[in-house]
């Protein structure tokens, strides 16, 4: 099965990460690349390669047709770029165009079965947000959208051999999170990344509830979600898992710096995490380039690198391959588990 790649925002690091990935994967490779010649060309330069590029390049009007998706790596060159719309950290409103763009039709190819997954490029939520006319919160809600699910159907995850973490909430402002906290948003993350778990192999799945607030809140001290919201769903998960003959574990809620402690010990199997930064910052400092960022509860695969555009280095020949090599080995073993769960 082929593996679709958007390019992500042109003023990134996209190109140059896909470029690199391609040299790794050798001139078989079954992708297909959702992007522009243009973007490519330009990574091209910054990291000194030498045309031919290792990839077949085709029009846009070949999205829907067999060639695409055929034998080696392609590209679908879906927007005509300028030289000023590929400026390194340099965003502009064709860039945001062409993320979306690139993000829209690789959706509609593995929701129509001609690619397996889908690994994505960093992009830019404000570009994104500027073509919308409306708040772009990421990629995540947006893919959840063209599937036809609504934002709280999927959930984000972080999946590596190290760490493993799911969030009850994503791409909010901090300020807004104890308000969202629910108990039903709680187990829809915890029973997503149960799955998710027991497809890559745990047979007991182990997981520890962070709390929202410092120490878990220290019985009220500092914020009473703990008591209010989180605790209450934990046990009744705890009581349905028994009721439905589960296997998986759930404790918590800990303080979150103990919750990941002990599972980098490997005394849990994966934490879930409250907000956004709760899980980045533990993926960042414990296992950067190696954790892959997953959407759970979409119809078909999207993995990402678990980092952002990197304008500090973009167009400078110094992108890191290796969340994006990582982005693309999770998603060939997700897309193998499922299919040979499907006896296909």
């Known amino acids: 099965m082929r593996i679709g790649i958007t390019l992500g925002d042109p003023a990134g690091v996209g190109g140059e ?19 522009s010649m243009a973007q490519l060309g330009r990574a091209a330069a910054a990291l000194g390669m030498t045309p031919p590029l290792p990839l077949r390049p085709l029009p846009a009007d070949a999205v829907d047709r067999p060639e695409a998706y055929a034998e080696g790596p392609t590209l679908l060159d879906l927007v005509p770029l300028t030289q000023e719309d590929v400026l390194p950290a340099v965003p502009t409103r064709a860039g945001g165009q062409a993320q979306l763009r690139y993000l829209s039709l690789a959706a509609q190819a593995a929701k129509a079965g001609r690619i397996g997954a889908v690994v994505t490029g960093p992009v830019n939520k ?12 990421g990629q995540t809600e947006l893919l959840a959208r063209l599937a036809g699910l609504r934002s709280g159907d999927v959930a984000m995850a972080f999946t590596g051999e190290k760490l493993r973490t799911v969030v009850v909430t994503t791409h909010i ?53 703990e008591h209010v919201v989180i605790s209450p ?11 439905e003959g589960m296997r998986a574990t759930i404790s918590g809620p800990l303080p979150a710096d103990t919750a990941f402690r002990r599972h980098l010990e490997g005394r849990f199997d994966a934490v879930v995490a ?27 695969v999207r ?16 992108a890191d391959p290796r969340g994006m090599l990582s982005a693309y080995r999770l998603a060939v073993r997700l897309v193998e588990l499922r299919g040979r769960a499907r006896g296909t």
């Open 17 to 35: 990460l896909t470029l690199l990935l391609l040299r790794e994967l050798g001139p078989a490779a079954p992708v297909t690349v959702f992007g």
């Open 126 to 137: 404000g570009g994104i947000s500027q073509v919308m006319g409306s708040r772009f919160s």
């Open 173 to 225: 402002a901090l300020k807004d999170v104890p308000a969202t906290l629910k108990a039903e948003r709680i187990e829809k993350a915890v029973r997503l990344e149960v799955d998710h778990l027991e497809e890559l192999g745990f047979r007991k799945p182990r997981l520890v509830v962070a709390g929202l607030n410092p120490h878990a809140g220290e019985g009220g001290l500092f914020g009473d979600e």
């Open 233 to 243: 769903a934990v046990g009744a998960l705890q009581t349905r898992f028994t009721e």
């Open 274 to 300: 409250m907000y956004h930064d709760q899980a980045m910052l533990a993926c960042r400092l414990a296992a950067f380039g190696e954790t892959v960022n997953v959407t759970l509860g979409l119809p078909f």
């Open 303 to 318: 993995t990402s690198p678990d980092h952002g555009t990197a304008y500090d280095i973009a167009g400078k020949g110094l």
